[in-house]
């Protein structure tokens, strides 16, 4: 795809974002954020530390998995909350692998770094892949009865593909039958996937290591959509709990598409559609909105301020800088 081409997609999001800021009073917006109740809004921004925890965790956990020794836990927190920086500033959230390359000054092999965090993304997809399923449900009365079909199909598809996906990248045979598969289609990848083939042979994930992963994804899933429960609080804003739960999934999955920066446009159009169902005004859905993106906000800001300091780099590393 040609640069400019990559470009315009990335403005899809900013122009639906647009759109809705010129077709709504932008003082009604204002007016809903001065009733914001505090209380909520500050414990949404508090439980960050902790989600962080939850998801380093999972990720020290799949590092093991794949033979590389994580970093303390502490490091590793600091190199997330670098990803959630660099991947909240990138389109589709693509920065995020970034991490891999700090865990490659670290001394630990590029291949399996990489493919550590594919997993560790994967399995947050798939778990709001599943419950975006629930917004089908929600959101097909708002499309023409034409469309309703190829919507579902697209829906289901995706869904089941990313739940599918996961087991078998984790699956020995599995994975290197698919790798070798990809190495036999044209582009000349087949050096580069013989390569990874041959790093990833220690990945075979026992039901006690899956169980884990798999709980803490539940629960890191579970502290993302209490602190979206705690905006809507802010601005007294309710709504049916499997409404509310199938928004952020829907969201989340949104995000990942490289059609926008930190959501901006997609997640406005979902919050639009969804809370209009229930009798709230486009004004009231925009300034929920920005309530998601202060989240957003704090992701990145707090990640650039953990990327200024040179102790996520090896000990040895640092001595040698000094």
């Keep these: 795809m040609k640069p400019y081409a990559r470009w315009l997609l990335r403005l899809i999001g900013p122009a639906i974002l647009a759109y809705f800021l010129l077709t709504t009073d932008l003082s009604r917006i204002a007016l809903n954020l001065t009733r914001v109740h505090w209380a909520p809004l500050l414990l949404s921004i508090a439980l960050y530390p902790l989600l962080t925890v939850v998801k380093a965790w999972r990720w020290a956990r799949l590092m093991r998995s794949l033979g590389m020794a994580p970093p303390p836990l502490g490091v590793t927190m600091r190199l997330y909350m670098i990803g959630l920086f660099f991947g909240g500033a990138t389109p589709g959230q693509a920065g995020d692998f970034a991490k891999a390359w700090y865990l490659r000054d670290r001394g630990q092999p590029l291949g399996p770094a990489l493919f550590s965090i594919l997993l560790d993304r994967l399995f947050d997809l798939m778990i709001m892949a599943l419950t975006g399923l629930l917004g089908l449900v929600l959101l097909l009365r708002f499309l023409p009865a034409e469309r309703r079909g190829l919507v579902e199909i697209a829906v289901v598809a995706v869904a089941l593909g990313v739940a599918l996906l996961v087991p078998l990248l984790m699956a020995r045979r599995p994975r290197e039958w698919l790798m070798r598969a990809a190495a036999r289609a044209p582009g000349g990848f087949a050096p580069s996937l013989e390569r990874w083939r041959g790093q990833l042979t220690a990945l075979e994930l026992q039901a006690g290591v899956t169980g884990a992963v798999l709980a803490a994804t539940i629960g890191a899933a579970a502290l993302s959509i ?97």
């Design 226 to 322: 209490g602190r979206v429960w705690l905006l809507f609080s802010a601005l007294a804003i309710t709504i049916p709990a499997l409404a509310l739960i199938s928004s952020v999934a829907l969201i989340s999955i949104l995000q990942t598409l490289p059609i926008s920066f930190s959501g901006v446009g997609v997640r406005d159009a979902v919050l639009v559609a969804v809370l209009g169902a229930y009798g709230y005004r486009a004004d009231e859905a925009l300034a929920l909105s920005a309530l998601f993106l202060l989240l957003n906000l704090e992701n990145i800001a707090l990640g650039f301020l953990v990327s200024l300091r040179p102790t996520v780099a090896p000990e040895g590393t640092a001595r040698e800088k000094a």
